[in-house]
């Protein structure tokens, strides 16, 4: 049911509000009852999940993209898949009976049959075809978030230079207070030790 609703959602957003969409859900979702048709709701998913990147849209990387029109990608997968399943309905199954054992009769449906298997595979090209686009945006999009992210943060903040900056000079002050503290100390230490020795001598 998820998917059934993006690829809803999907159609929706890029045909915008028009009277065919639900005859255009209930196509896709027939056919996803069938082998060709399993291929055309492989492709309309596909097509969701790009339109979900943030690179599909985004202005940093647009000059890397060739976009293509997704919507009329996948009515044209849905119309050829359509039309694939109606020939091998009307082609149906092998003939039986006397026919079975006619070569010509034989010859001439399996030579129909490997007409309409080529055209399947085309379609599974397409769909092929599709998954590598996504995939080649997906790669787009990893660098897209890096590109991001290093904007954010690439470079420090200038409040956390000044927090640096005070930072340090606290460090010298403390420093700097430390060393006189030693400098005094080492000073009334030798008056202390010089006033001991004076001592012992008037004694």
């Not at 945006?137 to 230079?161: A, F, N, T, V, Y």
């Not at 000079?169 to 005094?184: K, P, V």
Request: aromatic share 4%; net charge neutral; with cysteine.
């Amino acid at each position: 049911m998820k998917r059934l609703n993006r690829v809803r959602h999907t159609i929706n957003r890029d045909r915008g509000a028009a009277p065919t969409h639900a005859a255009d859900v209930k196509e896709l979702i027939a056919l996803k009852s069938t082998e060709r048709g399993t291929a055309v709701y492989a492709v309309v998913v596909l097509a969701s999940s790009v339109q979900e990147l943030d690179a599909w849209t985004a202005g940093e990387v647009e000059h890397r993209i060739v976009r293509i029109d997704l919507t009329a990608e996948v009515q044209s997968v849905a119309a050829s898949a359509s039309k694939l399943d109606a020939a091998f309905s009307r082609l149906g199954p092998a003939p039986h009976g006397h026919l079975a054992h006619d070569k010509e009769v034989q010859a001439i449906y399996e030579a129909r049959r490997a007409a309409l298997l080529d055209r399947q595979q085309a379609l599974c090209s397409r769909l092929v075809a599709m998954r590598r686009y996504l995939e080649g945006l997906m790669e787009i999009q990893r660098e897209l978030e890096k590109i991001r992210w290093i904007e954010r943060h690439g470079s420090p903040d200038i409040s956390e230079l000044v927090a640096r900056e005070g930072d340090e000079l606290a460090f010298h002050s403390l420093t700097a207070a430390r060393d006189m503290f030693a400098a005094n100390t080492d000073r009334i230490g030798h008056q202390l030790l010089e006033a001991a020795e004076k001592l012992s001598r008037d004694r």
